[in-house]
């Protein structure tokens, strides 16, 4: 796992203060800090979003000028990641719902050329790594989301659900879902080999 | 065992990676995998697709975070009291402007009211004397 995909161990309250003081002023240099560290992670939540990776650089500045503006909204009772996630996902959402009103806006009703390059793809490394990348993209992405944040950012099932705004009986159900089908798309491609 | 057991433990492997389990399902998920490979290889088998969600990287364009921590210092230093100033000078014009109406229309119709009463007074006074030549010194119209 790449050094830069490890979530930090649970923010001390310290850690937390600090960061909601820098985010209450406005304080560049800390925004600055927060985008090198979280980088990895943002690109990769967007990217397991959304299914593709030609918009993660727009929605990655998005997210972090939406952070700039509304700093003073982190409560640092909560960790900064699930703050960033949601702020993230809701970009996404918005980026998502804009784009299928410009494809029903299309006078001929052309839609524009799917991206077909699949980035779970161009992420793998080794033929079983590249066996899970497909399967991971024919995952729902709400499934493949909460598998992420579950399995690799740590984040509770609580706090899955606040980024997701769903219940976590919900968010529990798309995290079995998505295992399920891994493991099923897994076996279905060994057993093709 | 029955087939049951056997899809009990394998929902109890998946909810003791997603949420954890009570100490009594634990014991009991531990002495069905001492003696049942099957199962025990479902759960190696989630272990490896798991450990495989790991090891894809997506390593974003280096160059990226420099990009973004730029655009965020620009914004950072665009002078937020100047837009302070802007959107109050906005808000005074807005809320001073049917104030100034309403004062203004009041004053029009007060300069109204004494145009029409001077236009009343002239009238009052030019009409006797317009009249005095046929009314007469007598008072009566001859």
């Not at chain 1, 990895?40 to 952070?67: A, F, M, P």
């Not at chain 2, 990676?17 to 002495?31: I, K």
Request: aromatic share 6%; hydrophobic share 45%.
């Amino acid at each position: 796992m790449p050094a830069a995909a490890m979530p930090f161990p649970d923010a001390t309250p310290t850690e937390t203060q600090r960061i909601a003081r820098g985010l209450r002023q406005k304080d560049a240099a800390l925004i600055g800090e927060l985008v090198e560290r979280y980088q990895y992670r943002l690109v990769r939540y967007l990217i397991y979003l959304t299914g593709r990776s030609d918009n993660v650089e727009d929605l990655v500045q998005e997210t972090w000028l939406r952070v700039l503006a509304r700093g003073n909204q982190y409560e640092e009772r909560s960790r900064f990641e699930a703050w960033l996630f949601s702020i993230a996902r809701n970009l996404a959402m918005d980026g998502g719902r804009r784009r299928q009103r410009e494809r029903l806006a299309e006078p001929d009703g052309r839609t524009p050329a799917p991206d077909t390059a699949s980035p779970f793809l161009a992420a793998a490394k080794g033929e079983d790594a590249v066996r899970l990348a497909a399967a991971l993209a024919r995952l729902e992405p709400a499934c493949r989301e909460a598998l992420l944040l579950r399995f690799q950012e740590d984040l509770s099932l609580q706090e899955i659900a606040g980024i997701v705004g769903a219940p976590v009986s919900t968010v529990s159900s798309r995290i079995y879902r998505g295992l399920a089908l891994l493991r099923s798309h897994w076996k279905g491609g060994s057993n093709a080999l | 065992m029955h087939c049951d057991d056997h899809e009990r433990a394998r929902l109890l492997m998946d909810a003791a990676r997603v949420a954890g389990l009570r100490p009594e399902e634990q014991s009991w998920l531990d002495r069905h995998l001492a003696g049942c490979m099957e199962c025990e290889e479902f759960g190696q088998e989630t272990a490896r697709v798991l450990a495989g969600l790991n090891a894809l990287s997506f390593e974003p364009d280096p160059a990226m975070s420099g990009r973004v921590r730029r655009a965020v210092a620009l914004r950072a230093r665009r002078n937020p009291w100047r837009r302070v100033a802007w959107a109050a000078a906005a808000a005074v014009i807005l809320a001073a402007a049917p104030v100034y109406r309403n004062v203004t229309e009041r004053q029009q119709a007060r300069q109204d009211e004494l145009l029409m009463e001077r236009v009343g007074a002239r009238i009052a006074q030019a009409v006797p004397e317009a009249l005095a030549p046929l009314i007469g010194p007598g008072g009566v119209s001859q």
